[in-house]
């Protein structure tokens, strides 16, 4: 079973920027697809960005310029930059991986952005 960490949320003013970090308990060196998820109140869960067959990457259109996922194999770590923050940007940010063909999930983080 592999665990996941989040950090790095909080709150932030428009326009500031944070950084997302999602530990593993484990290797993740076989994780062929990683993601960031959030899901703001009353509404749906949406993804964000994913990282996927090596380092191909893919945004939601609502983020493409501000936010950037990488990953760090050798601190079993993946990232979400978070540039020129909205307010609507302010939801429950998770993450997840695909390792050897079974989900895992993160508990979140919280972003808040607001003047």
């Known amino acids: 079973q592999v665990q996941l960490e989040e950090s790095g949320g909080g709150l932030v003013q428009p326009g500031g920027s944070l950084r997302l970090s999602c530990a593993a308990s484990s290797t993740i060196y076989s994780a062929n697809h990683m993601a960031w998820y959030r899901q703001a109140p009353e509404k749906q869960r949406e993804l964000v960005a994913r990282i996927f067959g090596g380092r191909n990457t893919d945004y939601a259109d609502s983020v493409k310029g501000r936010f950037t996922i990488s990953r760090d ?15 609507e940007d302010t939801a429950v940010y998770s993450c ?15 972003v808040t952005v607001s003047p």
């Open 96 to 110: 997840f991986m695909m390792i050897r063909g079974t989900n895992f999930w993160g508990q979140g983080t919280q």
């Open 73 to 87: 194999n050798n601190k079993n770590t993946v990232h979400l930059q978070m540039n020129n923050l909205k307010v």
